[in-house]
Nanobody, 125 residues
Framework: QVQLAESGGALVQAGGSLRLSCAVS????????MGWFRQAPGKEREFVSN????????YYAVSVKGRFTISRDNAKNTLYLQMNNLKPEDTAIYYC??????????????????WGQGTQVTVSS
């Protein structure tokens, strides 16, 4: 089992920045990849970014590329999402997710086995 706990969500003005954290506990040695997803009211959960636990390669959704940065601290078992130049359309609940499976892209929700409870990010215009 893996437990995930997000933090760092807040209300911020457009153009501002936030850093989300996701503390990982449990069977972390089984990690293959971790990702961030978000879900806005009335919309489906969408992929934001992922990172391979070994090697650290990253991938971003087009909508956030150049503004968001995913990183991880293996020693602290923590995943981060640095979000800069936030826009009102970034408003959503942000979830971190953990995968122990072997996939190609890790951009689909079904490719992840464990999820956090989410943290609310609200960007005002």
């Amino acid at each position: 089992q893996v437990q995930l706990a997000e933090s760092g969500g807040a209300l911020v003005q457009a153009g501002g920045s936030l850093r989300l954290s996701c503390a990982v506990s449990g069977r972390t040695f089984s990690s293959i990849a971790m990702g961030w997803f978000r879900q806005a009211p009335g919309k489906e959960r969408e992929f934001v970014s992922n990172i391979r636990w070994i090697g650290g390669s990253t991938y971003y959704a087009v909508s956030v590329k150049g503004r968001f940065t995913i990183s991880r601290d293996n020693a602290k078992n923590t995943l981060y999402l640095q979000m800069n130049n936030l826009k009102p359309e970034d408003t959503a609940i942000y979830y971190c997710a953990h995968s122990v499976g072997h996939y190609v892209n890790y951009t689909r929700a079904y490719e992840y086995d464990y999820w956090g409870q989410g943290t609310q990010v609200t960007v005002s215009s």
